[in-house]
């Protein structure tokens, strides 16, 4: 079974063609791999399958048969990610690059990261292997055979046990709000 790299832009209005130009250049270098990605309103990608929107219904179904999710620094796809089971490799959009028009996706992205809801990306280089490094733990997990329904709930088991561990060491967002 061919692994899914799924990742996604969010919809904001600015373009994140950074993004988009990382996941085609992981689409050529890994053609055992399918791409897919919400592109938004950056320019389509070359190589990967791309959709300027996907459908929550779709959106669920993807993220519940990729091997690693790909997001920018929002709440919301991490969230969704994290529901699905995942770890996502998070990209922040950089108002330095015109990405969005403040610092708080990094500052976000950089909390979750403390807190091991994401792996934050700074990088094409960063990128490129904690997207190697990810689908190849993947692949190690994956028995022929094993259908994708036990995979998302074990998945989603070892997400609500460190989520459990967080009532622990509750995710600081007062600091978020003083930034």
């Not at 791999?33 to 929107?53: K, M, N, T």
């Not at 990094?106 to 280089?125: K, M, N, P």
Request: charged share 25%; net charge negative.
């Amino acid at each position: 079974m061919t692994q899914l790299v799924v990742a996604l832009t969010g919809t904001d209005h600015h373009p994140f063609e950074r993004l988009v130009q990382w996941v085609d250049s992981a689409a050529l270098r890994r053609h055992d791999v399918h791409f897919v990605i919400q592109h938004g309103l950056s320019r389509a990608p070359a190589v990967a399958e791309g959709y300027r929107f996907i459908v929550h219904d779709r959106l669920m179904s993807l993220l519940s048969d990729a091997s690693a999710v790909v997001c920018h620094g929002g709440p919301g796809l991490i969230t969704e990610a994290r529901e699905a089971g995942h770890v996502p490799l998070c990209v922040p959009r950089d108002p330095q690059l015109k990405e969005h028009v403040d610092g708080h996706q990094r500052r976000f992205a950089s909390l979750a990261a403390q807190e091991g809801y994401v792996r934050t990306i700074w990088s094409q280089a960063a990128f490129d292997e904690e997207l190697d490094e990810m689908l190849a733990r993947a692949a190690e997990c994956r028995e022929p055979g094993t259908p994708n329904s036990l995979r998302v709930a074990a998945r989603a088991l070892v997400g609500a046990e460190l989520d459990a561990l967080l009532t622990v060491r509750p995710f600081r967002l007062a600091r978020l709000h003083r930034s």
